[in-house]
Nanobody, 124 residues
Framework: QVQLVESGGGLVQAGGSLRLSCAAS????????MGWFRQAPGKEREFVAA????????DYADSVRGRFTISRDNAKSTVNLKMNSLKPEDTAVYYC?????????????????WGQGTQVTVSS
C-alpha cells in the first residue's frame, strides 16, 4: 500500500504561483513513478505532469508546459509541483498519484494509488 497526502493548494491571483507537495509513505518511494492530475468541476480528471522513479524523465500536458515544474526528493519521499503564471483555467482539485512502475504510465488508469486532492483556485 501507498499513502499519498497533498498540500499547498489555495487561492491565488492570475499570474501568481503556488507549490504543491505530495508526501508518500508505505512503500519504497524511489521504486515508482509519480504524477499530478487535476479535475475541474464538471470535467474529467486530466493529466498534468509526471516524473520517473529517478527524476530524470518528466512529461507535461501541453496546457502547463513551460509554466509548471514537477520534481521529486526520494530521500524525503516527496513529489512537488511548482506552478507559475497561473491562469483561471488552472482552477481545479489537484491529485497526486503513484504508479508501481519506474516510468510513468501512458494513461490515468495506469496509476495505482491516489491522494485525496488539494484545491487550487486562481482568480482573474
Amino acid at each position: 500500500q501507498v499513502q499519498l497526502v497533498e498540500s499547498g493548494g489555495g487561492l491565488v491571483q492570475a499570474g501568481g504561483s503556488l507549490r504543491l507537495s505530495c508526501a508518500a509513505s508505505g512503500r519504497t518511494f524511489s521504486s515508482y513513478a509519480m504524477g499530478w492530475f487535476r479535475q475541474a468541476p464538471g470535467k474529467e480528471r486530466e493529466f498534468v505532469a509526471a516524473i520517473s522513479w529517478s527524476g530524470h524523465s518528466t512529461d507535461y500536458a501541453d496546457s502547463v508546459r513551460g509554466r509548471f515544474t514537477i520534481s521529486r526528493d526520494n530521500a524525503k519521499s516527496t513529489v512537488n509541483l511548482k506552478m507559475n503564471s497561473l491562469k483561471p483555467e488552472d482552477t481545479a482539485v489537484y491529485y497526486c498519484a503513484a504508479a508501481l512502475s519506474r516510468q510513468p504510465p501512458i494513461s490515468l488508469g495506469g496509476f495505482n494509488y491516489w491522494g485525496q486532492g488539494t484545491q487550487v483556485t486562481v482568480s482573474s
